[in-house]
């Protein structure tokens, strides 16, 4: 087990140093000097220039900037934003319970109409329950969300007027972007919980267990379930990226304040530092919970863990 | 003895997909015509893809208002004169779903060859070689993965600045790592057969083994890949022009027309809903047309009972 953990881990620190360098040539890659954007429209002094090159950190080789960087990320620095002078660390962090909140409502709603429409469809494939799930389902993923975000705010708050569609107050308002973040999560959760169910169904030891005499529902929660749910789990994990960069169009559309509709507005603002800032926190959230999708995966599948120790 | 054993006792790697035998074009009319009787809905997905890009390409030629014209007063609701209605500036809203098609069809097809042109080798390098530079080309790709799909689209724009060819690299590059694992699995399997071995043996270059040997067996998954992948890549051009990194205001373009829209939802609630239809549509078609493409490749497929039917959907999810 701990072998397992480890090399879980051991994998880990290549992606981590790869993010790290996209992250940070995301300065280097833009044409022009971040000096002169920064000072895009004031009559710069070549001095000017200089000067705030050496307050950036923009001196030295490549390889030291780079140095730099992680010294200051190790820190928990990642500089100061340069639209607003604050730092990157405190304007994110300001912004990150809406977002957190925004995911994980979105998570709710994905989970709870994912499971049980995966469930009704991958027991009986074909059957009436089957076609409906699978309507349901292939319109979440079909329909963008940012239209689905649209469509709900038409009926919800324009015309039936039951639910807001603006503002961060309640937890009412938190339900219509959570339904137009979720459902298509979970039409994925719900697709592929049918594969796996179905593919579980035809085993053989689900046919000895039919006849032995169990019933459907112990069925399928001792035997099919338990199968079925290990690879949607770590699909869950790899697809949990869809719910933070979902909530990109999600925070514009109803106007709420979050990451993505700070980073929205950063990049209109080419304001470099709080771009790197939010892209390197999003990568390294969705890397974390990857890894521990896989870890719990491994916890409840030996067989998993056995992969592993090759 | 137990050396006396035939061969074929031998246990056997699980066969890798087989290649399409005879791609003839009575081969591939006989199983257009068995998948569609086994799959209504990809015929009909199929048809609508013809439908799709001939309105597309011939848009100019038809009757229709010129898509940036001011034709009548803004905000008239859908009437046999302008079927879709006007949008907020009196613009026809039929023209310009039709017109946005060129434009949203154009940035999914070419950012799909983009990433498919990419990915694909990468895989096949990644999963032919075996020792260090696959290594290194997965955990690029790994990298690449760590960053959400939007979010990847998001640093391209940021780097690259606003506009349409930004979109067109940036949905192609998100892509990439997705066609590189779809191939890297099942090269690794084939990679590991018998006649590789023996074409190796007889001397055969990788170059030839690969475009020989190895390719054509990934065809049929590839075809259904990329198919699928049009509509992923639309919805993401789509978020991008939604989020106004794309297109400039006048030309009509289905993301961008559906967030101006917003603004008149109350009043005029046809703006927006014409271009989020067509992207809706746009994804539907192209799922069918993967899952019945997948269908027509794959004479597997076609002898399973319909109803236990894997669905391209997954593809994206990272199944493979």
Same mark, same amino acid.
């Given at each position: 087990m701990t072998q397992f953990i480890l090399r879980r881990l051991l994998m880990v620190v290549p992606v981590l140093f790869g993010i790290t360098v996209l992250v940070f040539s995301i300065l280097h890659l833009i044409p022009g000097n971040p000096a002169q954007i920064l000072l895009f429209g004031s009559n710069a002094t070549p001095q000017q220039v200089a000067n705030l090159d050496k307050q950036l950190g923009l001196t030295g080789s490549i390889y030291s900037q780079y140095g730099n960087y992680l010294v200051q990320l190790l820190h928990g620095n990642l500089g100061y934003s340069y639209s607003s002078n604050q730092t990157v660390v405190a304007e994110i962090s300001s912004q990150l319970p809406y977002t957190i909140n925004l995911a994980l409502g979105g998570l709710v709603v994905a989970l709870g109409l994912g499971i049980p429409l995966g469930i009704v469809a991958g027991v009986r494939p074909g059957g009436i329950t089957d076609k409906v799930a699978t309507g349901v389902a292939v319109l979440g993923v079909a329909i963008p969300y940012f239209w689905l975000a649209i469509l709900l705010v038409l009926l919800f708050a324009v015309k039936l007027r039951v639910l807001p569609a603006l503002g961060t107050g309640s937890v009412k308002a938190l339900i219509l972007p959570s339904i137009a973040l979720g459902w298509g999560f979970a039409a994925i959760i719900a697709r592929l919980l049918r594969n796996n169910l179905i593919e579980v169904y035809d085993r053989p030891f689900m046919i000895v267990a039919r006849a032995k005499g169990l019933s459907e529902w112990r069925l399928l929660w001792q035997h099919a379930m338990r199968n079925a749910v290990g690879s949607t789990v770590t699909i869950v994990g790899l697809q949990f990226g869809y719910l933070l960069a979902g909530a990109v169009a999600i925070e514009v559309i109803f106007g709420r304040p979050g990451l993505g509709a700070f980073l929205v507005a950063r990049i209109q603002e080419k304001d470099i530092p709080s771009i790197q800032g939010v892209v390197l926190l999003v990568a390294v959230v969705y890397l974390v919970v990857n890894l521990l999708v896989d870890v719990a995966h491994g916890l409840l599948d030996p067989r998993i863990r056995r992969s592993w120790s090759r | 003895m137990t050396d006396q054993a035939a061969p074929g006792a031998q246990a056997r790697p699980a066969a890798p997909p087989r290649a399409p035998r005879h791609s003839s074009w009575a081969v591939l009319a006989a199983r257009f015509r068995l998948a569609s009787r086994r799959d209504p809905l990809g015929f009909i997905a199929a048809v609508a893809a013809l439908l799709l890009v001939l309105l597309a390409l011939l848009a100019p030629l038809l009757p229709i208002a010129a898509p940036a014209a001011i034709v009548s007063a803004s905000q008239q609701a859908p009437s046999a004169h302008h079927l879709f209605g006007t949008d @907020?500036?009196? $613009?026809?809203v039929f023209s310009r779903t039709i017109f946005g098609a060129r434009h949203t069809l154009v940035t999914a097809v070419l950012a799909t060859a983009l990433a498919a042109a990419i990915g694909t080798p990468l895989g096949i390098l990644a999963g032919y070689l075996t020792r260090w530079p696959s290594g290194v080309v997965m955990r690029v790709m790994d990298v690449l993965l760590a960053f959400p799909g939007l979010l990847l689209a998001l640093v391209v724009v940021t780097i690259l600045g606003p506009g349409v060819t930004t979109v067109v690299l940036a949905v192609g590059i998100s892509y990439t790592p997705i066609f590189a694992r779809v191939v890297y699995g099942p090269t690794k399997s084939i990679r590991a057969q018998d006649y590789i071995a023996a074409a190796r043996a007889v001397g055969c270059g990788p170059l030839r083994i690969v475009r020989r040997h190895v390719l054509p067996v990934l065809s049929s998954e590839l075809i259904v890949v990329i198919s699928s992948a049009i509509g992923w890549t639309t919805l993401l051009a789509a978020t991008l022009d939604f989020l106004g990194f794309g297109i400039r205001p006048p030309s009509p373009d289905w993301g961008a027309d559906l967030s101006a829209g917003v603004q008149y939802l109350g009043q005029a609630w046809w703006i927006s809903a014409a271009p989020g239809i067509a992207i809706t549509a746009t994804i539907l078609i192209a799922n069918y047309l993967g899952d019945f493409l997948a269908s027509m490749t794959d004479p597997d497929r076609l002898r @399973?009972? $319909?109803?236990k039917l894997k669905d391209t959907t997954t593809l994206i999810a990272g199944e493979n």
């Open positions: - | @907020q500036l009196g $613009r026809d @399973q009972p $319909r109803t």
